[in-house]
DNA sequence: TGTACATCAGTGAACGCGCGTTCACTGATGTAC
DNA sequence: TGTACATCAGTGAACGCGCGTTCACTGATGTAC
């Protein structure tokens, strides 16, 4: 046999990489299956080895983030196995409303970058899309639990507060204003995280 | 001269509107000269008597909305000259965080169905929808004014949860999930207007 | 009131470009012996 | 260890379609007289 075993893995997570980052940038339409295999030191050609169509690679792209980019996004924010529960929820807040993660589109969570694409999109790309939301939910679920009986409720709406705050700020053309949120939504969801006692 | 004074300000009109129910059903890339045209009732070669380009048009059916749809909406919300300023906040919420606007694609506010698409388009759409939120937020402003010292903060962030939970309601698949978050943002952002004595 | 005319909104065919996708081919890799 | 071979990842040209935009033409409207 030719190549070595995981030699198409390792090339077909760097095109799904790529796109990832792409899509951040350019959204769906804006990104060329030529752009993304040039990106990622490839031709055109070669993408139908490994993926089926480019909504395939937008659904891997999307959901990618979450063990990928994502991974290393919460290990920067302090969040892992060893995080305690009652810190990870104010974690998060402060690292996703933060002015860091605003302007980085290229590692920004595809909820902030893709919205509007995904709700388009086929069954697959807008399961993608939910996974995200459910982890963050989930997320903050975990570590309110302790203190608090709205706490579904609370997560829910820290999510809404986040990926909203995020989204205006990064599509308004005032960065005065676009700032004005950011900072506005984060001290709103830490007053609703220290709400109950 | 041929034909009257208003008659291509009306089909302009018609035109704008086509365009404002297309976008918000299908985004940007997924509508066409074409298929606006056809639904004004018109065919494809009229368009440029009336719009330099369709990123042209597209501005002018987000901006729309404020003065046109968008009026018809508040005055159904119970929004109008003479609402008490203190019931505004809570009439605004309560409409826009409602099951009957989530499920309203063809008259739902543009700052939920195109934020991705605006994200990416010319400076003209990005000023159209930044005009929208202004106006959200303002009224939030007005209507807190009143009892509330901490009132900018509070009004974006109303904002942010609004835009934010119903573009999520709006992209998650899951229409459960869709409809918990729809709730758990009002009920929360009902909270934040209490929230003050 | 009626007829000839000028205007320009609207028509629909055509243009040209970009992009997703396909395909015949190449050449690097690892295996057989 | 070295050579012939089979595989298949990668190449790049080509295809075909859709859509934004253009353009020569048509015909409805209102005006002049």
Request: hydrophobic share 40%.
């Given at each position: 046999?030719?190549?070595?075993?995981?030699?198409?893995?390792?090339?077909?997570?760097?095109?799904?990489?790529?796109?990832?980052?792409?899509?951040?940038?350019?959204?769906?339409?804006?990104?060329?299956?030529?752009?993304v295999m040039n990106f990622a030191g490839?031709?055109?050609?070669?993408?139908?080895?490994?993926?089926?169509?480019?909504?395939?690679?937008?659904?891997?792209?999307?959901?990618?983030?979450?063990?990928?980019?994502?991974?290393?996004?919460?290990?920067?924010?302090?969040?892992?196995?060893?995080?305690?529960?009652?810190?990870?929820?104010?974690?998060?807040?402060?690292?996703?409303?933060?002015?860091?993660?605003?302007?980085?589109?290229?590692?920004?969570?595809?909820?902030?970058?893709?919205?509007?694409?995904?709700?388009?999109?086929?069954?697959?790309?807008?399961?993608?899309?939910?996974?995200?939301?459910?982890?963050?939910?989930?997320?903050?679920?975990?570590?309110?639990?302790?203190?608090?009986?709205?706490?579904?409720?609370?997560?829910?709406?820290?999510?809404?507060?986040?990926?909203?705050?995020?989204?205006?700020?990064?599509?308004?053309?005032?960065?005065?204003?676009?700032?004005?949120?950011?900072?506005?939504?984060?001290?709103?969801?830490?007053?609703?995280?220290?709400?109950?006692?």
């Amino acid at each position: 046999m030719s190549y070595n075993a995981d030699h198409k893995q390792k090339v077909r997570g760097k095109i799904v990489e790529s796109a990832r980052i792409l899509f951040n940038r350019h959204g769906f339409h804006g990104v060329t299956i030529d752009k993304v295999m040039n990106f990622a030191g490839l031709t055109r050609g070669g993408f139908y080895n490994h993926f089926e169509s480019k909504e395939m690679l937008y659904s891997e792209a999307v959901s990618s983030f979450l063990m990928g980019r994502g991974a290393q996004w919460r290990e920067n924010a302090g969040i892992n196995p060893g995080t305690p529960m009652p810190d990870m929820a104010r974690r998060m807040l402060t690292s996703y409303l933060s002015a860091e993660h605003l302007n980085d589109l290229d590692g920004q969570c595809p909820m902030i970058a893709l919205p509007s694409d995904v709700d388009r999109a086929k069954p697959e790309v807008q399961s993608a899309y939910q996974g995200l939301l459910e982890a963050m939910v989930a997320l903050f679920e975990r570590s309110l639990e302790a203190h608090n009986s709205k706490t579904r409720q609370n997560a829910l709406s820290l999510a809404a507060l986040c990926v909203g705050g995020m989204i205006l700020a990064r599509t308004l053309p005032s960065s005065e204003l676009a700032k004005e949120i950011q900072t506005a939504a984060l001290a709103t969801s830490n007053e609703i995280l220290s709400e109950s006692p």
